[in-house]
């Protein structure tokens, strides 16, 4: 029996994406590449303009791109209203996922109470505890650790050392990247004469379907209530979820930010990399806050928001670092010139007399 050929063909390509195709519809592809690199068995796109100086000279087997750039490939071209979501599908099916083998690896440890179905996959020494619920086709990856009373969707996979701990809920077609950890306690502490006392963290964390959360990444466990990740939402690495965060369907966040306990984010908001964003505020849907930006107060108007300076030489920052402190001193003196002059009158206006930030920390 004949081996099949590898790859597929780019018609099938243009008919499963819902593509124009441009060049030969039998002409096999076998794997992506960037532009620069690719080789004629190779799929590539283009989607940036800043690497449009690499189209001419690709040798890709085919470039997904949108119809104005169509005729300048110099080979096949695949036509999509958004090249780079079709390269992601295309990417998905040219390298598929390793299917796991479906049962419990003898190394595993699992109680006897809990619940796998028999298609899922549970590897090298993971640890199963009572009253666990694992779906349809979920891989539970080598080392990974699943706690009292959770309960997994269908076609789930924590790939490796990831620890769900009690009675998370996870949705179906997820995906938990290696060292995420679920569950933990929340930062709940009450002070009391120069002390600490531990408050117990009683809620749990749920979790909606299609969610990324992405390496050594921690979602802490509700103080009362749970805190939720809804459908869609995509978690970066090193990303710090509090105790009872919400954040709406299809939000993006980016690595090593930080999101305080009892803050709300809305629906399809784009966080940036190493963003604060306080507790007890809420942030509304369709939300842009670029990187390194900390959000203080509440959002409750869809755009883009920024803080935080830009990169500069040494020398120069730190003069103007110095001259922020004397803001607001120059802002009094302008006044004082203008009413001298005739101008604005009324009284001098200075940071005493503007309004307060928002605060919904109470």
Not at 221 to 232: E, F, L, P
């Amino acid at each position: 029996m004949s081996t099949p050929p590898k790859g597929t063909t780019l018609g099938e390509l243009a008919v499963r994406f819902g593509c124009t195709l441009k060049g030969d519809p039998d002409l096999r592809v076998t794997h992506v590449a960037a532009l620069e690199d690719a080789d004629p068995t190779a799929v590539t796109f283009l989607a940036n303009p800043k690497y449009r100086r690499h189209l001419g000279q690709t040798r890709a087997g085919a470039v997904i791109v949108d119809a104005r750039l169509a005729d300048a490939c110099p080979g096949a071209a695949l036509i999509a209203q958004n090249p780079y979501a079709t390269y992601a599908r295309i990417a998905a099916v040219l390298h598929p996922e390793p299917v796991a083998p479906p049962g419990v690896h003898p190394s595993a440890v699992v109680d006897g109470s809990a619940t796998i179905d028999p298609t899922a996959s549970v590897g090298p020494r993971a640890v199963i505890e009572a009253g666990v619920s694992i779906g349809p086709r979920v891989v539970i990856g080598p080392g990974s650790v699943v706690m009292r009373g959770t309960r997994i969707g269908a076609d789930t996979r924590l790939v490796a050392n990831v620890t769900l701990c009690h009675d998370v809920v996870l949705g179906e077609r997820c995906v938990l990247h290696p060292g995420s950890v679920i569950g933990a306690d929340g930062f709940g502490l009450a002070p009391e004469r120069g002390q600490w006392i531990r408050v117990p963290q009683v809620g749990a964390v749920t979790i909606g379907n299609d969610v990324d959360v992405g390496a050594s990444t921690t979602i802490d466990r509700g103080a009362i209530g749970d805190t939720v990740i809804s459908d869609g939402v995509k978690l970066d690495n090193q990303i710090q979820i509090g105790h009872n965060v919400q954040i709406g369907a299809h939000t993006a966040i980016a690595g090593c930010s930080g999101v305080a306990g009892s803050a709300v984010i809305g629906k399809r908001c784009m966080i940036g990399g190493m963003v604060g964003v306080a507790g007890h505020l809420t942030i509304c849907d369709d939300v842009f806050v670029t990187g390194q930006s900390f959000v203080s107060s509440s959002i409750r108007k869809p755009g883009y928001y920024s803080s935080g300076l830009p990169i500069d030489e040494t020398a120069r920052f730190r003069k103007n670092a110095a001259r922020f402190s004397q803001l607001d001193e120059l802002a009094r003196d302008v006044r004082r010139l203008r009413k001298l002059a005739g101008g604005e009158e009324g009284p001098e206006a200075g940071a005493d007399d503007l309004p307060a930030a928002e605060d919904d920390s109470k």
